[in-house]
């Protein structure tokens, strides 16, 4: 019996042509936006595996849809977007795209960071909008980057490309977590406690995956820890900040500015977010480079491809 591939929307070239070649049965929801839940169980009900992408709810009631089902391939790194408790009770193996969006989601990190230290979009609208209408001292005062205290919570993968790109900036550089023997050698980078590094950083940027643990890691008690004049990054989950908390910390100027690329209840904003000029927002895009997404459906397809044809396949996590 052949099997089945369900593909949850059209991803970059490099993807589809490998699924489309690969000598299995396939259903592609070929659309840029997700099926709501009800009508993804529906078109779940005969096959083995699933390709899908971040905002697509895996969950129990989905797997349950799915009797066959032998594997999910998320084409993304994070995957909390899938019960894996449930995913393991059932055999079914999970995979996702680790490495290759590495150094691409470093780069978005770094971009909000000048983006909101120098107000980029707050100038490119005032000159847009005709009101450069000459060189003043006072206009658009922002933060230097170069010699400030960069904070790094959660040094894996993504994290450590991060903190490496600030050699150029002569920074001192403070992380959490466990020990990183590459920043400790590269960068002279000092590993400390969490509150240490809320109340010393200028710069705070966040690379921990979304787990229970780090729901709200950071709320109203630490952005008072945080400097007046600190800025935050987040290009790792929404649901690690409250949000609510941080609209206030923003509107207040308890912390000087954030950039985010990521929201709690995407793609919904908190009320009062996107009226605050201290912020820069980008859509969920760290990985958004055109040759990152073509390795990443490309590598989300072979996974899957891999699981059914019962080949090794070095990016499961379950
Ligand atoms: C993006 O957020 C990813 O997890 O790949």
């Not at 230097?144 to 991060?162: E, N, Q």
């Not at 904003?269 to 980008?282: A, D, E, F, I």
Request: net charge neutral; charged share 25%; aromatic share 6%.
């Amino acid at each position: 019996m052949q099997k089945k591939i369900f593909l949850s929307r059209r991803l970059p070239r490099a993807g589809m042509d490998l699924l489309k070649t690969s000598g299995f049965l396939t259903d592609i929801h070929e659309h840029d936006d997700p099926l709501p839940p009800k009508a993804l169980r529906e078109r779940v009900k005969d096959v083995h595996g699933i390709i899908c992408l971040l905002d697509d709810r895996i969950d129990r009631s989905l797997m349950d849809a799915a009797p066959k089902l032998e594997v999910i391939s998320n084409s993304a790194v994070g995957f909390n977007n899938i019960d894996i408790d449930h995913a393991r009770s059932r055999n079914i193996a999970v995979c996702n795209t680790p490495g290759i969006l590495t150094e691409t989601t470093a780069e978005l990190a770094w971009a909000l960071l000048f983006a909101v230290a120098r107000r980029i979009p707050e100038s490119d609208a005032y000159v847009r909008k005709g009101k450069f209408t000459g060189w003043k001292p006072m206009l658009m005062l922002g933060s230097d980057i170069h010699d400030k205290t960069l904070g790094v919570i959660g040094t894996g993968r993504i994290g450590t490309a991060f903190a490496l790109r600030s050699k150029g900036f002569n920074m001192r550089v403070l992380y959490s977590g466990k020990p990183n023997p590459v920043l400790d050698r590269e960068l002279g980078a000092e590993n400390v406690g969490l509150e240490t590094l809320l109340r010393e950083s200028d710069f705070i940027s966040l690379h921990i995956p979304m787990r229970k643990s780090n729901y709200h890691l950071l709320g109203k008690k630490e952005f008072a820890l945080m400097k007046n004049s600190a800025y935050l990054i987040n290009t790792a989950r929404g649901a690690v900040v409250d949000e609510a908390a941080l609209v206030e910390a923003l509107r207040t100027r308890e912390i000087a500015g954030a950039g985010l690329d990521v929201y709690e209840d995407e793609p919904e904003l908190t009320p009062g977010l996107k009226g605050l000029p201290n912020v820069v927002l980008t859509p969920h895009t760290g990985s958004a480079s055109t040759s990152t997404r073509d390795a990443m459906a490309a590598m989300a397809v072979e996974n899957c491809l891999n699981v059914l044809r019962g080949e090794k396949c070095g990016n499961r996590v379950v």
